[in-house]
């Protein structure tokens, strides 16, 4: 068993008026259920949620022991949501959840494993399986590399974490700025700025988080917005020295390409050398 300080995290989750309840509710229960559960659960309404969901989130309210939530007038977006949870985290070490995917019951207890060995280590994720409807049905899984040379790498390009696994120190977060407010790649801004900062940081080498999709999801990524945001948020990179022109090349070409390409042979290119099936 780890000591007693080091057992003790704070999950932090967004809640949006556009989540499903029922999958909101098998969320945060695969955080409960964790071998080692949170010692705080923090949830963030990201402006009006529906009637259904808000139902929901007051019934855990009432363990104000170990739930905190807070209610922001406006959605603003995950960034700014996800910033004014941190604040509230009253642990070190903070686990991200989203609201409708699903944690392996071990995945926490593993991360707080690996910060317990590494003492200089920040940021830890995990790899997914990507899932339609009911996780038995997984259609790919998406890997990321576990060394921290890996990983500066692979932030050349890409984000180099699945963001709804990771487990990070809340104060270098905060130290950094946070997140970034942008409309879809906050995560993007901010693990691409942390890496090149230096912040110590890995992935398990293990499929932690059962990633819930469907073709919305992968309509989404076609959009002429989250293209265009990509490639913003990397010519900032680019410019401040922390990536190539090779690779800003690379990154343009892939986000054009993802817009004007036909769907079948975007999802083979995917599968081929972005995910595994």
């Known amino acids: 068993m780890l000591s007693n300080h080091l057992e003790e995290y704070s999950v932090l989750m967004s809640v949006y008026k556009n989540d499903n309840p029922s999958n909101l509710k098998i969320a945060i229960k695969s955080m409960l259920n964790q071998t080692i559960p949170p010692e705080q659960f923090v949830i963030v ?12 989130i007051r019934e855990y309210e009432k363990d104000s022991e170990t739930f905190t939530i807070v209610r922001l007038e406006k959605n603003m977006g995950l960034g700014n949501a996800l910033n004014n949870g941190l604040k509230v985290c009253r642990n070190e070490l903070v686990a991200r959840m989203d609201a409708d995917d699903i944690s392996v019951s071990q995945r926490c207890e593993k991360q707080l494993k690996r910060f317990s060995e590494k003492e200089e280590l920040c940021i830890l994720g995990t790899q997914i399986k990507e899932f339609i409807d ?4 997984t259609i790919s899984r998406r890997t990321v590399p576990c060394s921290f040379d890996g990983i500066k790498k692979f932030a050349r390009r890409r984000s180099p974490f699945n963001h709804p696994t990771v487990m990070y120190k809340r104060n270098v977060i905060l130290k950094i700025g946070g997140y970034p407010v942008l409309n879809r790649k906050e995560d993007l801004g901010l693990f691409v700025l942390a890496v090149n900062l230096g912040i110590y940081s890995e992935n398990l080498d293990e499929d932690l988080l059962y990633y819930r999709t469907n073709k919305y999801n992968q309509k989404r990524r076609r959009t002429w917005i989250n293209c265009k945001e990509y490639i913003q948020v990397m010519m900032r990179f680019y410019r401040r ?3 190539g022109v090779l690779d800003m090349c690379f990154i343009v070409l ?3 390409s993802l817009f004007v390409l036909p769907t079948a042979i975007t999802n083979y290119l995917s599968k081929r050398y972005l995910r595994k099936v």
């Open 254 to 256: 892939g986000q054009m």
């Open 45 to 56: 309404e990201d402006g009006y949620v529906s009637d259904d969901l808000e139902k929901i």
């Open 241 to 243: 020295g922390y990536i």
């Open 134 to 137: 009911v996780p038995e049905h």
